[in-house]
């Protein structure tokens, strides 16, 4: 890997691991879920409230930073962990998903993408080169290579010119990004759900060598059931020495299947997005807390959390705080997902270190399927 940045497993269970990713900033423990803080900052926390929920590692995005309030800007107030006052390892995404969303307001070509900003519509441009001199500005510690999200469904076809642009960029992105010491450049899979398309895109990243690989192209529409079904083929075609991200993902037994495939990294807006709309995730699966029968309820959210949402309300505060519309429903929610989040990932963890995984995914899957239970 890059100077300063080192990638050890220290126990496997059939074909999950757990290790530890060092950086300069401190290091990772995998499998790790990553939350997101597109701009910069996690909806409705403070950074020492994410840090308390066990995160070692946040994402941020180069395509909202770029636009608002600016790479160099970022740069001359000290860099991005300083900007948001977060020390601990930093990944952003190349903001080559959020181009590729902007239907009618972008133009693709090999070059790279123009488009028009979402805020003021404004022209850009954003290709390979740029992506990594803008995530080289914003200091992060795991920066990712510039690819094309390749849409779904997509033809066989379809999705062969696009990976493939994708691996002509991800070559780019290498020389671009050059040495960096403490920086580390993923690689990223695409192919869509073709094997053959897969493998040719694991075969070409290797070649050009990246410090980790991740894998793109999932979690965009094709079920679970096919996500998987590429997962039981991808990680095998990737170096064992090198992290492997799944990029978006997602709901806990998503990410329980994804461990249990071989993926060490994963990152989603669910926790904190959910959080923000009453949803919270428990160990027996989601609870809406606007509903009524929440409102007289004095019981903690999960008895089982010790976050501060657990430890000191009632599902009926938090029913009222969130059906008045308080900010305070948002924090709280919000808190007690990225805990959950990260308290399933530390199970995860020590499941694979005792070789008890199938026993952990089992008691995952029973205690969802038994469901959110009535107050006595």
């Known amino acids: 890997m890059a100077e300063g940045l080192h990638f050890a497993v220290t126990a496997t269970d059939g074909a999950a691991r757990s290790g530890v990713i060092t950086t300069p900033r401190g290091k990772i423990r995998t499998p790790a879920f990553m939350p997101v803080g597109t701009a910069a900052t996690v909806k409705a926390m403070l950074p020492e409230s994410v840090a308390l929920t066990g995160a070692d590692i946040v994402l941020a995005n180069t395509y909202h ?32 998903f959020q181009v590729m969303s902007l239907a009618g307001l972008r133009r693709m070509g090999e070059e790279g993408v123009r488009f028009r900003s979402h805020l003021d519509g404004a022209e ?30 997509a033809d066989a076809g379809t999705a062969a010119a ?34 053959d398309l897969r493998a040719e895109s694991a075969a070409r990243l290797v070649e050009i060598g990246f410090d980790g690989y991740a894998v793109g192209g999932l979690a965009v529409g094709e079920g679970q059931a096919a996500m998987f079904a590429v997962l039981d083929r991808v990680p095998a075609l990737l170096p064992a020495d090198r992290p492997r991200y799944l990029m978006g993902v997602g709901k806990p037994d998503d990410i329980v299947g994804a461990v249990r495939r071989g993926i060490d990294m994963l990152d989603c ?50 029913h009222h705080v969130q059906r008045a519309g308080e900010i305070v429903a948002a924090m709280l929610i919000t808190w007690h997902n990225l805990h959950y989040y990260q308290e399933l990932m530390a199970g995860l963890r020590a499941a694979i270190a005792a070789g008890a995984l199938a026993a952990f995914a089992d008691r995952f899957a029973r205690l969802r399927d038994e469901g959110d239970l009535p107050p006595r």
């Open 65 to 96: 930073l770029m636009l608002r309030p600016g790479a160099g800007r970022v740069e001359g107030l000290g860099g991005l962990h300083r900007f948001m006052h977060w020390e601990r390892p930093i990944l952003t995404d190349s903001g080559g």
């Open 124 to 153: 850009h441009f954003l290709g390979p080169e740029e992506s990594m001199a803008i995530q080289r500005r914003l200091g992060a510690d795991i920066v990712m290579a510039f690819d094309e999200c390749t849409p779904f469904p």
């Open 162 to 195: 696009s990976m493939r642009r994708s691996m002509r960029w991800a070559l780019r992105s290498k020389a671009a990004f050059g040495a960096a010491p403490g920086q580390a450049l993923f690689g990223i899979q695409q192919g869509s759900v073709y094997p």
């Open 269 to 318: 807006v669910l926790p904190t997005r959910s959080g923000r709309t009453g949803q919270a995730f428990t160990r027996r699966g989601t609870v809406n807390l606007r509903n009524a029968r929440h409102a007289d309820d004095p019981r903690p959210l999960d008895d089982a959390c010790s976050c501060p949402a657990c430890r000191h309300y009632s599902r009926a505060y938090l």
